[in-house]
C-alpha cells in the first residue's frame, strides 16, 4: 500500500492560483505513475491529470487544458498540481492517486488514493 498526503488546498477567488502537492513516503512512489483526480459536490469523481513513471507523458481533462500543470519530484517522493485561472466550477476535493499505468489512471481505477484536499473557488 502508498499512502499519499494531499496538501495545498483551500480558498482562493476566482482567477486565482493553487498549487497542490501529494507526498508519500514510500521510496517506491517514483516508479507509479501518478494523478489527481477531483469530486465536486453531486458529482461523480472525475480524473484531472495524469503524468507516467518513466517520462514525462502527460494527460489532461479537457477542462484542465492550457489551466492545469501536473508534474513530480521523484527526489522529494512528490507530485504537484499548478492550478492557475481557477472557477467556481473547480471547487471539489482534489485527490492524488497512483497507480501502475498511465491507462490505469485514465480509467479510473487507480488502487492507491490520498484523503483528499478540499479546493473552495470563491469571492
Known amino acids: 500500500q502508498v499512502h499519499l498526503v494531499e496538501s495545498g488546498g483551500g480558498l482562493v477567488q476566482p482567477g486565482g492560483s493553487l498549487r497542490l502537492s501529494c507526498a508519500a513516503s514510500?521510496?517506491?512512489?517514483?516508479?507509479?505513475?501518478k494523478g489527481w483526480f477531483r469530486q465536486a459536490p453531486g458529482k461523480e469523481r472525475e480524473l484531472v491529470a495524469g503524468?507516467?513513471?518513466?517520462?514525462?507523458?502527460?494527460r489532461y481533462a479537457d477542462f484542465a487544458k492550457g489551466r492545469f500543470t501536473v508534474s513530480r519530484d521523484n527526489d522529494e517522493n512528490t507530485v504537484y498540481l499548478e492550478m492557475n485561472n481557477l472557477s467556481p466550477e473547480d471547487t471539489a476535493v482534489y485527490y492524488c492517486?497512483?497507480?501502475?499505468?498511465?491507462?490505469?489512471?485514465?480509467?479510473?481505477?487507480?488502487?492507491?488514493w490520498g484523503q483528499g484536499t478540499p479546493v473552495t473557488v470563491s469571492s
Open positions: 503524468i507516467g513513471w518513466s517520462d514525462s507523458s502527460t
Open positions: 492517486a497512483a497507480a501502475d499505468t498511465l491507462q490505469t489512471l485514465i480509467d479510473g481505477t487507480p488502487p492507491h
Open positions: 514510500e521510496r517506491t512512489f517514483d516508479s507509479y505513475c
